[in-house]
């Protein structure tokens, strides 16, 4: 089936929700943030795009999916599960291999663009 602009999704007129939610307690290693995302654009519950922020804070990260975002504002520091580390500033575009396991500390509230792919 042919798509056509009605298919399009702009993410600056989209209506989809925000979903707001603490950072989950198993999870967090300091403070209690406050994160948000809205999906603006989802097929077969394997691929999503959309909007993700977040609070000051600190907490484990797994992930199943492989991820590729664009950092908005805000600072981050990206941590991997031997200790290497990589601070995230707006205009830092990265991909995250499924299968990463480490941290995600938000220095300063921090805005991304994602776009995942779930096997």
């Known amino acids: ?8 999704i702009n993410f600056a007129t989209s209506t989809a929700e925000t979903e ?3 950072t ?5 290693l300091r403070g209690t943030p406050m994160q948000h995302a809205t999906t603006h ?8 795009a ?3 922020g977040a609070e000051e804070g600190c907490w484990k990260v797994a992930y199943s999916e492989n991820e590729y975002f664009h950092i908005l ?7 991997d599960s031997a200790g ?3 601070e995230l500033n707006p205009g830092d575009k990265l991909c995250i291999p499924a299968g990463f396991e480490g941290e995600w500390e938000v220095l300063e ?3 991304k663009v994602f776009v995942i792919y779930e096997p």
């Not at 089936?1 to 399009?8: E, H």
């Open 24 to 28: 989950p307690e198993e999870k967090r």
């Open 50 to 52: 959309g909007e993700w």
């Open 84 to 86: 290497h580390e990589v």
């Open 73 to 79: 504002t805000g600072k981050s520091i990206l941590r």
């Open 1 to 8: 089936m042919a798509k056509t602009l009605n298919d399009v």
């Open 41 to 48: 654009f989802a097929v077969d519950e394997t691929f999503f």
């Open 20 to 22: 707001r939610y603490p």
């Open 109 to 111: 509230p921090t805005t």
